[in-house]
């Protein structure tokens, strides 16, 4: 018997892209691109807070200080006024004991 030669064709072009591979291909590659992008955007908003955050901290952070500051101008009025009166008192001690030493 004689063996018969198969002619072996290539495939052809239209059976190597299969509608179903393509659309899944595609499927996947927009999955894919999807994730990226939506990713991509909560990024940025969340670097955006950040800095509103840090902004926002850092203004507290001043508020505090000047009510620290005002606090502190406060009693350095109030030491100064006690100083005031404890030279008053010196003085009119002073003066007194002048007065007694005279008389």
Not at 17 to 39: E, K, N, P
Not at 66 to 81: P, Q, S, T
């Amino acid at each position: 018997m004689a063996k018969r030669r198969i002619i072996k064709e290539k495939p052809s072009v239209t059976k190597l892209l299969d509608v179903r591979l393509v659309i899944q291909v595609g499927m996947i590659l927009f999955a894919i691109v999807g994730f990226y992008f939506t990713t991509k955007s909560r990024l940025d908003v969340i670097e955006n807070n950040m800095s509103e955050i840090k902004s926002s901290l850092t203004d507290s952070r001043l508020v505090k200080l000047e009510m620290r500051l005002e606090e502190l101008a406060k009693d350095l009025k109030r030491i100064e006024m006690n100083l005031m009166s404890l030279e008053d008192w010196i003085e009119e001690d002073l003066i007194g004991d002048i007065i007694q030493q005279k008389g």
